[in-house]
């Protein structure tokens, strides 16, 4: 009784173990995706490795971010290094 119910179960951990690590080895693939590694870990791991290379694969590279600082007359967003406002015309001194 016991036999059959561990040549059962030691193929599925095999294949669960297997399938967990391929999951963490794709989900670091993701680094410098707009993905997060968790979504694609899980993604992975439920779906299947070749599932979740395809979403790792097929989504886009994070957008690079300028440091900002905020206009104090119009409060918009504007680019640290920017001595005119774009959106009032607002001039930082020295």
């Not at 059962?8 to 794709?26: E, Q, S």
């Not at 590694?37 to 989504?59: D, H, Q």
């Not at 971010?65 to 009032?88: I, M, S």
């Amino acid at each position: 009784m016991l036999i059959p119910l561990l040549v059962f179960l030691i193929p599925v951990f095999v294949v669960l173990t297997g399938f967990y690590f391929l999951a963490k080895v794709i989900a670091d693939r993701s680094e410098n995706k707009e993905i997060s590694r968790e979504s694609v870990f899980w993604i992975s791991f439920l779906l299947g490795p070749i599932i979740g290379l395809i979403v790792v694969e097929v989504s886009p590279l994070k957008k690079e971010t300028h440091p900002t600082k905020a206009c104090p007359e119009c409060a918009e967003e504007v680019n640290v290094q920017a001595k005119l406002c774009k959106h009032c015309g607002y001039r930082w001194t020295a």
